[in-house]
Nanobody, 125 residues
Framework: QAQLMESGGGSVQAGGSLKLSCAAA????????KGWFRQAPGKEREGVAT???????IYVDSVKGRFTISRDNAKNTLYLQMSSLTPEDTGMYYC???????????????????WGQGTQVTVSS
């Protein structure tokens, strides 16, 4: 069973930056599609970005140009660099991994098998 562990969350002011990391604690396929999701209080979980093993990325429209997803396959680590943060970016951020290598155009939580416990991001105005 793959275990994913996020880190890097925190509290920042609007306009600030944060970098999230997600490390795989146990054996995990380095070729699988990986992604970041977030969930704000009272809202459904939302797909933020995905990246496949060769670095092709997909972003939800609301973060394009502000967030960058990347991965280090040798370290089995996933990253999310977030900049120009707004209060609307506040939420619990989760990393996730699919069983297969393909990242679909629409980011849906149902397509991901393994999940981390989440790291909180709070952006104040």
């Amino acid at each position: 069973q793959a275990q994913l562990m996020e880190s890097g969350g925190g509290s920042v002011q609007a306009g600030g930056s944060l970098k999230l990391s997600c490390a795989a604690a146990t054996y995990y396929s380095s070729s699988a599609c990986k992604g970041w999701f977030r969930q704000a209080p009272g809202k459904e979980r939302e797909g933020v970005a995905t990246v496949n093993s060769v670095g092709s990325t997909i972003y939800v429209d609301s973060v394009k140009g502000r967030f960058t997803i990347s991965r280090d396959n040798a370290k089995n680590t996933l990253y999310l660099q977030m900049s120009s943060l707004t209060p609307e970016d506040t939420g619990m951020y989760y990393c996730a991994a699919a069983l297969g290598p393909v990242c679909l155009d629409r980011i849906k939580s149902a397509d991901f098998r393994y999940w981390g416990q989440g790291t909180q991001v709070t952006v104040s105005s």
